[in-house]
Each structure stands twice: as C-alpha cells, then as structure tokens.
C-alpha cells in the first residue's frame, strides 16, 4: 500500500529526493511513502527505478532531499543490510560458484553459520525450488534458475523488506508465473514487505495492486492500481488500422464522438485513428467495420507501451 | 556493530576470495611466470661457476626487483575494480558489514594469494638454479630469506595495488605504470630517489639478512629495522586510505 501523507509508519520514504550522475539525471525530485505489503515500481527503461533501489539499500548517497529506509538513513548504514533483502535485475552470482557456495558466503557475510545456515539453505532452495540445482554451478543455470537463486540470496537472511528489481525480465511465461506466485507467497504466508519493480504494469498488477508509476526520474503517480488504469484509459490512444476499403470506415469514424480526429498514412489502406475513449472505440468497432463493407487484415496501438503512457500523464 | 559480526563477514569474505583468486583464470599467469623463472634459472645455473653469488642476485633481481611487483599488480589493481564493474560486489555491498572492514576482507586473500604464488614461483626458481649445485644449508637459507622477503613484499605490494584499485576507474593502467615505471626505473635510478619505491626498503631488509650477492652489499640501505618499520608503516597507511575510498564510494 502506498500512503499519503498521515498514516502508519511507512517502509520507505523519500522526500525530494534527487540522484544525478554528472550531466544525466537519475532522479528529480522524487517523492514516494511506501507502507507494508508488496508495492510495485513500474516505468520504461531508463525512468530510475534502479537509482531508487540503489538509494534504498545505501550503494550511492542522495545529492539531494531524503530517504528513510525501515526508519533510518541507508547512506553507510550497513547494519540496515540485516533487514534488507536485494535481488537485482543483472547478473550477480559467482559464475564459478555454486549456488550452495554462493547461499553459504551470504549466509556468512549476514552471520549465519553452522547447522543452522545449512539448514536455512535447505528451506530456502526448497521454497525457490531450487534443490535439485544447488549443487551445481551458477554459470551453468538457466535465466529463471538464476533468477530463483538470487531470490534465494535476498531472502536466506529473513529480511523484513526484500527488494526485486526486475525479477521477471529475460524470463519464459512459465517461469514468469512462477515467481508471480513465489511473490505473492513471500507476502501471504512469510509476511516480508516487498517492493518489486518492473515495466509491464500488467506483470505488476498480477502481484500488487498497489503501485507507483515512476517516470524520467520523478514518481508521476502512486496509489491502487485501479485509480491508475482509469488515468491510462483517458488517455487519447493513436490506433492503427489496414485492411480494404479503410476509407470508408474512415468516414463512419469521424462520426463517432469518441474519435478525436482520423487521418491517413501513406499506405491508402493504412489510416490512424486518435480515439479518447479506447473501450468504447474497441466494443463498437465491429459493427462499424459491418456498417462500412470493409475488411480489416491488422490493428495496433502506438500506445500500448508505458512510455507513451507515461508522456500523456506527465502531459508532454 | 560487534566484533564477532566483523570477524565472521572478514572470514568469509577471506575464504571466498582467496578461493576464487588462487583458483581463477590468475592462476595461469602463475604457472607461465613460474615456468619462465624456472628457464632462466635453470639456463643460468648450468652456467654458474659461482652458485651462491649468482643464485642469490637473480632471486633478487629477477623474483624480488622484478615479478614480486608485477605478481601483486596482476593480482590486486583491479580486484574490486573488476567486482563493482562485473556487479559481484553487490552481495558485499548489501552485506551488513561496514565496507571498511569488507575492503581487509579483500585485502587478507590479496596478500595470501599473492604471497602464495611468489613463493611458488621462488621455490620453482631456487630448485631450478641451485638443484643443479646441489641444496645445501646455504641455498636452503637464501632460499628461505628471500621466501620471508617475497611474503612480506606481497602484503605491502598488496596494500598498494588493492588501493590503487579504489583509487582509478582504470587501476590497470596505473598500476602498469607504478610496476614498471616506478618501481621499475625510478627504482634503480642513482641517488636518493630510488628510495621512494617499496622495492628500495625490501633490499635493505634484505640486506641485512642475506649473506650473498649484491643485496647484501646493499649500500644505499636505510637500516634493517627502519625499512621493516617504514614498511609496516606504508601498509597500514595504504589499508587504511584504501578502507576509507571503498567506504566513501559510490557503487552505482
């Protein structure tokens, strides 16, 4: 759940905060209270979901404002590490280890040693389901398997709050589903907060519906994903049409009052169709498609990926 | 932060590096080294009238002036460099042990695995020239000065390049420099500037242990002591500038 401004004590929160790297900036302003439960940081690539994560487990320090992590600074906190679980979204296993090695010196560095680390292993390889593959190599596992063992890295140590940058990227469908349900479970039944980022808001909104939209560095909004989806359903969507006698059809559209305006591509098959109300341009298409006599062959959005999303609701 | 978390995250940290460091793609170069030392040594032994003299000056210039720098360099000017660019040192990074105490966590398998291979590479050179001659207690004890020498060289050496590889985005090249330039040239420059090089005070220890060749004649020596104090003193000035870089740095 992400909170205004009273409430229960938020799991993390920054306060204007911002990042720059020399002249490129990473985050602007930025402000965002995170409560309990699982929240999801949705953008495009490049919008600084990786900047905020570095932020919240102290590896650079703000240039400016603020971040609270569990009630403290992370800027050369390492004791903050103990309640912290981090799963990155690249390559960080030790190719030339195996993933028991690998659990051991994590377990180690977060002081666990003895019967009881190897017995956390256990548990741990069991719940990612991860036992058969434990022994072996890391450099030899599949994008899901290492995906799984950094999961199982993060969560040896029991943290409070685990953070997975982009746990789905690279994997298959199957895999995918996976780690929805692992995600999902860790929150249910383990009771770790879990903030868990990614750009496909529909990969979020299968795990939380409690998500912030984070663009070009700034949190551009926050809330149920539900009052977010209304936001994305009124903005204009461009929608491409070919097929044969797409004149026609053109003529029909520009009576419809939810078409802001329709025009031609330089296929004279190919029109494009700016609409403000897309579910009902969508139910009422077939019968328009009937009412003109023509065919369509191909229809597509420009806007179904988050970058054009996140222009309209930034208002560029 | 208690001194068993500490102790613990250092032990770890140690094991898995030295580990990793003795057993990685490192370890050929030395095999190669060891095995260039042992051909040279082994030429010139069957040459040697003299074995004592000559074994003694090319431990010290071939193993001691020459390969104990460039070994450490090979090993230690891009450890963390080589981590925070591959991203492995995340899991350090988010360990919750202070980076100061992870930085000797890298610098205790840097020393051992750098010391551990010179002193390979001295007993392959030591059996290569002076097995011809047969091992005497003479050999035997040049052998084991210069194993001392080489041992304390590769914690100062170390010291060095584990914080040039804090220092520099591109630690190689300065480290390169340093090796080979400094210690290299500088070093062996008349006059009083070649006491500005690491190498410098390892000969004057030396020299007051060695018996034989040219590093017992070692007569730009500051004392044995004051070299072993200046040595201490260099190393931990190193760690503790190393420790206080990696602590300070962003690992974006």
């Known amino acids: 759940m992400i909170s205004q401004e009273n409430g229960p004590t938020p799991i993390i929160q920054a306060q204007a905060l911002s990042k720059w790297y020399g002249q490129v900036i990473g985050l602007n302003n930025f402000a965002l209270r995170v409560m309990p439960g699982i929240t999801g940081i949705v953008g495009p690539n490049g919008s600084g979901k990786s900047t905020l994560f570095k932020l919240v487990l102290g590896l650079i320090k703000p240039n400016a404002g603020s971040i609270t992590v569990l009630g403290k600074s992370p800027w050369k906190n390492s004791d903050l590490h103990s309640s912290i679980g981090f799963c990155p979204d690249y390559e960080s296993l030790p190719v030339d280890s195996t993933g028991r090695e690998y659990l051991t010196l994590i377990g180690k560095l977060h002081m666990m040693h003895g019967t009881a680390l190897s017995k956390r292993i256990q548990e741990i390889v069991k719940l990612v389901e991860m036992g058969k593959a434990v022994d072996r190599k890391t450099g030899g596992y599949s994008k899901g398997m290492k995906q799984r063992m950094k999961i199982a890295g993060a969560l040896l140590h029991d943290p409070e709050l685990l953070i997975l940058d982009e746990p789905l990227s690279g994997t298959d469908p199957l895999v995918r589903k996976d780690i929805i349900d692992l995600i999902k479970r860790l929150n249910k039944e383990h009771g770790h907060d879990i903030v868990v980022s990614s750009h496909v808001l529909f990969e979020i909104e299968r795990m939380t519906h409690n998500v912030a939209l984070v663009y070009r560095g700034r949190a551009v909004a926050s809330g149920d994903i539900s009052e977010i989806r209304n936001l994305i359903d009124r903005h204009p969507h461009n929608i491409i049409i070919e097929g044969e006698r797409t004149t026609a059809l053109a003529k029909i559209l520009l009576d419809q009052d939810y078409v802001v305006s329709v025009s031609f591509n330089d296929s004279k098959d190919s029109v494009t169709v700016q609409v403000s109300k897309p579910d009902d341009f969508f139910n009422g298409l077939p019968a328009l498609i009937d009412k003109a006599q023509c065919s369509v062959s191909k229809m597509y959005s420009l806007d179904d990926n988050l970058e054009a999303v996140f222009r309209y609701l930034v208002g560029r | ?252």
């Open chain 2, 1 to 252: 932060m208690d001194l068993k978390t500490v102790l613990v995250g250092i032990s770890a940290l140690t094991v898995h590096s030295t580990k990793k460091l003795l057993f990685g793609k490192k370890v050929v170069i030395t095999i190669l080294v060891a095995l260039f030392v042992a051909a040279v040594m082994g030429y010139a032994g069957s040459q040697s009238d003299d074995p004592l003299e000559d074994g003694t000056d090319l431990m010290d210039t071939l193993i001691l002036f020459f390969f104990m720098p460039v070994m450490a360099m090979i090993f230690g000017s891009s450890l963390i460099r080589d981590e925070i660019d591959d991203k492995s040192i995340t899991h350090v990074a988010t360990a919750p042990l202070d980076r100061a105490f992870s930085y000797v966590g890298y610098y205790l398998p840097l020393g051992i695995a750098v010391a551990l291979s010179m002193v390979a590479i001295s007993s392959v050179g030591m059996l290569a020239f002076f097995g011809q001659h047969g091992v005497g207690s003479e050999s035997l004890e040049i052998y084991l000065e210069f194993v001392a020498l080489v041992v304390i060289g590769s914690f100062v050496y170390s010291s060095l390049f584990l914080a040039i590889s804090v220092l520099f985005n591109k630690p190689i090249l300065f480290g390169l420099f340093y090796a080979f330039i400094w210690e290299g040239f500088i070093g062996s420059l008349p006059g009083a500037i070649q006491n500005a090089s690491v190498k410098h005070y390892l000969r004057s220890l030396g020299s007051g242990w060695v018996e034989f060749g040219d590093i017992s004649r070692w007569d730009h020596a500051s004392s044995a002591w004051g070299s072993a104090v200046l040595l201490l003193g260099l190393t931990v000035f190193l760690l503790v500038l190393g420790a206080y870089l990696f602590r300070e740095k962003e690992l974006a």
